[in-house]
Structure formats: C-alpha cells, structure tokens
T-cell receptor, first 117, second 117 residues
C-alpha cells in the first residue's frame, strides 16, 4: 500500500484565482492520477501523471485549466486555474504503486475540498 | 453507455444484518478488474475488495464479499454483520484490460449506505 498526503486539505477561493494542490507519497510510484469529485457525484479522472513525461488529460480537461507537474516519483501538483464556482469539488490524488497491472489497487489521498466563491 | 451502473442511490440496513450493494458493468474486453471503494463523510477513498474477470472464486475480505456473476455482468458487494461505521458512500469501479489501451479506473455513481442502530 501507499500513504498519501495532500495539501491543502480544504480551501475557500475567489473566482478568477488559482490554487495549487500538492500530493506527496511515502514511496516511489510509477503512476499518479488526479480525480475530481463534484458535490454529490462520482469520481472523474482529470489526468494521469507519469514522472518525466507530460500528463495525459481526459476528455473535457485541458492543460491550461489544470496544469500538472510530476517532478519525481513521490510528488505531484495539480493547479486549478482561473477558478469559477463550477470548480468547487473534492480533488483527489491517487497512486498505483506497481506497474498498473489489471489487479493493481489504486490508493487515494484524503482529498482537497475546494469551494470557489 | 455507462461502464458502471449502481442503481441504488441509497440503502438502509439494521445493525448486525447483511446488505447487498448492486453493481453492473459493461465491457467487451475479456480482461478486466472490478473494485469496490468506501468513502466515509471525511472524503477519503478506502479500497475494500477486488475481483478479476478470470478469477474462479468470489473474492472475500473479512466482512466483505463480492458476488460475481460474470454472465450477468454483475459484481455485487455483500457486507455481513453491518456496523454503524459502515455508513458511507460505496463506489464500484472497473479497470479494463489493455485491448483498448485503457488503464484507468472508471467509477459508478455510488450508493449511500446508512446503518441504523
């Protein structure tokens, strides 16, 4: 398993500003994922972040809005840019410790609760 | 079409009784994995149990078991001897094999379980 921490745990932001969320893992992991969970909804994958390469974004998510960094095998950041109230969500970091074989369990961080006013 | 369908928005169960949470899935890939996660009100995602498409036996983990019916494409979670601490959102998720090149977990909309004393 992996122990994942996220900062901040929650924040209230004004529209038009940006927030950077940090994800730290206690061990080296190959793949890191960022998810969004809008209020009362399920989890939606924003992007997959591999160390040493550009993040791969899912349909509906763009790099200008959600830039991601992955400087090493234990750390990643997600920035939510030019925020609007529709960005109010829980943002979750997730990791797959191994090589993401079919049965590989993904572990999740505690999430960052974002409210945009 | 939805990949994962959870038809029960909410379920209620009496403490110490068993409860079944439904999950059906849609895939044409012969290789896939099915996961169940628990999300308490605090927001973290807790991995519960995994079932692979080629597994011959239903998965079990303590009080959790998975009723896997491959022909029906269902993977229902059974929680035995419910406890008050089981009250949470429960998400079913699937990872398909590599025929389609997908490595991501796709989540259902979730079921909110309430355990009554």
């Amino acid at each position: 398993s992996a122990v994942i921490s996220q900062k901040p745990s929650r924040d209230i932001c004004q529209r038009g500003t940006s927030l950077t969320i940090q994800c730290q893992v206690d061990s080296q992991v190959t793949m890191m994922f960022w998810y969004r969970q809008q209020p009362g909804q399920s989890l939606t994958l924003i992007a997959t972040a591999n160390q040493g390469s550009e993040a791969t974004y899912e349909s509906g998510f763009v790099i200008d809005k959600f830039p991601i960094s992955r400087p090493n095998l234990t750390f990643s950041t997600l920035t939510v840019s030019n925020m609007s109230p529709e960005d109010s969500s829980i943002y979750l970091c997730s990791v797959a410790p191994g090589t993401l074989r079919l049965q590989e369990t993904q572990y999740f961080g505690p999430g960052t609760r974002l409210l945009v006013l | 079409a939805q990949k994962i369908t959870q038809t029960q928005p909410g379920m209620f169960v009496q403490e110490k009784e068993a409860v079944t949470l439904d999950c059906t899935y849609d895939t044409s890939d012969p290789s896939y994995g099915l996961f169940w996660y628990k999300q308490p009100s605090s927001g973290e995602m807790i991995f519960l149990i995994y079932q692979g498409s080629y597994d011959q036996q239903n998965a079990t983990e303590g009080r959790y078991s998975l009723n896997f019916q491959k022909a029906r494409k269902s993977a229902n979670l059974v929680i035995s001897a419910s406890q008050l601490g089981d009250s949470a959102m429960y998400f079913c998720a699937m990872r398909e094999g590599y025929q389609g090149g997908s490595e991501k977990l796709v989540f259902g909309k979730g079921t909110k379980l309430t355990v009554n004393p």
